[in-house]
């Protein structure tokens, strides 16, 4: 069956249908990542989104849900040049059989180097996945909101809280990995009950969209930060610098992949990042917030991570739980961890 998608500006690709659900809309994205498709699918961070794959060929080892950073998936749709359209060996799920099971409609022979170019000049727009005909409010995006339980994980001494704004399950890896004890609170959590539950440290998460969306909570936020030691990660580091007065701008077509190169202003140090997002603080919003840059994207020189020189807060604009090769990031969780120690044990001797 033939299928396609349509830009809000008109601009239409044609292709070949996957699934049984006949169509979806959302803000079309790209992925420019060789591999990492069931992290890319199941990021509460891509919630509502169609993503289109650089990569040529999508789908050859599966689709294991051990590799997936959510319970279910999180895009609206898929767009490929081409998928693997056999059976897998064994028990493993296929890729396009995984989707449809999940009742996301995906597209296959697409042209997805014309399609990216598009959002290249065009930005980020507003799209509809179609195997008929398109409803007539086809192009009103819907805002997502994380709709958490308080969750607990881990049973390491430190108790570290991670705001869920959408977060990933491997960031609550890599906290127990480094010895935590890991408690989920939705991001509307009533302080009163935060206290309660005798954090050593916080962890702002990764989200989707626009994050003036939580404006209402910015000052719970700021009470926080200036309290405990707070790491913010991709959304939560926006949120910590709308928190204390700075200022954020939607980029053209975004930031998502597994190579984006990002170097360390103190060290000179460049690493290759995974990223994911739409926004980025504006660094001429920083002056009188306290943060100073800590990351900057070689390519056009965007924050990518913040230090706070008052207060035990640092955040990275990437995804340092996702690893492109090398570990090169995992540090900064460790850094962080000792700062939690460290102030665990001045409280102590107070």
């Known amino acids: 069956m033939k299928g396609s998608i349509t830009l809000a500006n008109g601009t239409s690709f044609a292709g070949d249908w996957l699934g049984d659900h006949q169509y979806c809309s959302g803000e079309v994205v790209f992925y420019t990542g060789m591999t990492g498709y069931e992290q890319v699918l199941t990021d509460p961070s891509y919630q509502g989104q169609i993503v289109v794959f650089s990569y040529p060929f999508i789908g050859n ?109 491997s960031i609550a890896d890599s906290l127990i990995d480094q010895g935590c004890t890991v408690t989920v609170v939705p991001f509307d959590y009533e302080t009163a009950e935060i206290e309660k539950l005798n954090p050593d440290g916080f962890v702002f998460s990764n989200g989707a969209g626009d994050p003036m969306r939580f404006s209402k909570y910015f000052s719970r936020y700021k009470n926080i930060a200036v309290r405990y030691p707070v790491l913010g990660i991709c959304l939560g580091h926006q949120i910590l610098a709308l928190a204390f007065g700075g200022e954020t701008m939607k980029l053209k077509f975004g930031h998502r992949g597994a190579n984006h190169p990002v170097m360390n202003v103190k060290t000179g140090k460049v690493s290759m990042s995974s990223q994911n997002h739409s926004y980025v603080v504006k660094k001429e919003s920083l002056h009188s917030t306290g943060f100073n840059i800590w990351f900057e994207n070689v390519n056009d020189k965007s924050v990518e991570g913040l230090w706070h020189s008052q207060y035990d807060i640092s955040s990275v604009q990437f995804h340092p ?6 570990q090169e990031h995992a540090q900064i969780f460790q850094d962080f961890i000792q700062t939690v120690k460290h102030k665990e044990k001045v409280r102590s001797y107070a």
């Open 321 to 326: 739980e996702a690893a492109p090769g090398p």
């Open 61 to 169: 080892y599966g689709f294991m849900p051990e590799s997936m950073e959510s319970a279910q998936i999180q895009v609206s749709g898929v767009i490929m040049a081409d998928c693997y359209p056999f059976q897998l060996e064994g028990e493993q799920h296929s890729l396009t059989a995984y989707l449809n099971h999940h009742q996301i409609p995906a597209l296959t022979n697409v042209d997805t180097r014309a399609l990216i170019q598009q959002i290249r000049k065009k930005g980020s727009v507003p799209a509809v996945m179609h195997a008929s005909t398109i409803p007539s409010d086809s192009f009103q995006l819907q805002e997502c909101w994380p709709k958490t339980a308080l969750q607990k994980f881990g049973t390491g001494k430190t108790h570290i809280v991670l705001i869920d704004f959408g977060y990933k399950k």
